[in-house]
Nanobody
Framework: EVQVVEDGGGSVQAGGSLRLSCAAS????????MAWFRQAPGKEREGVGA???????RYADFVKGRFTISKDNAKNTLYLQMNSLKPEDSAMYYC?????????????????????WGQGTQVAVSS
């Protein structure tokens, strides 16, 4: 059974940092593409950062220079380091996996091709 479980959310003041983690199991982690998404109340889910099998990354413009996505294949874990947090970063953050991801595929920020999702971890940034 595939499981994707996020951790690390919480409350922080503007300018602070958080590190999210996503533990995955039930599939060959190194053959998956991974991504972080977020959804704020009343808004659509949006891609934050993605990483492919070659560890290439892609970020949404609104987090470039502030967030860093990384993965540890040995630990089957995905990370999102979030620095210089802003109130508008407040949202539920979701980890997503695309199993059987092709080696040549570039990192994708759109949700359609991700087939496993975690339950989310809440991030709240106060001003």
């Amino acid at each position: 059974e595939v499981q994707v479980v996020e951790d690390g959310g919480g409350s922080v003041q503007a300018g602070g940092s958080l590190r999210l983690s996503c533990a995955a199991s039930g599939y060959t982690y190194s053959s998956a593409c991974m991504a972080w998404f977020r959804q704020a109340p009343g808004k659509e889910r949006e891609g934050v950062g993605a990483i492919n099998r070659r560890s290439a990354t892609r970020y949404a413009d609104f987090v470039k220079g502030r967030f860093t996505i990384s993965k540890d294949n040995a630990k089957n874990t995905l990370y999102l380091q979030m620095n210089s947090l802003k109130p508008e970063d407040s949202a539920m953050y979701y980890c997503a996996a695309m199993t059987g991801c092709a080696w040549y595929l570039e990192p994708l920020l759109g949700p359609a091709m991700y087939n496993y999702w975690g339950q989310g971890t809440q991030v709240a940034v106060s001003s």
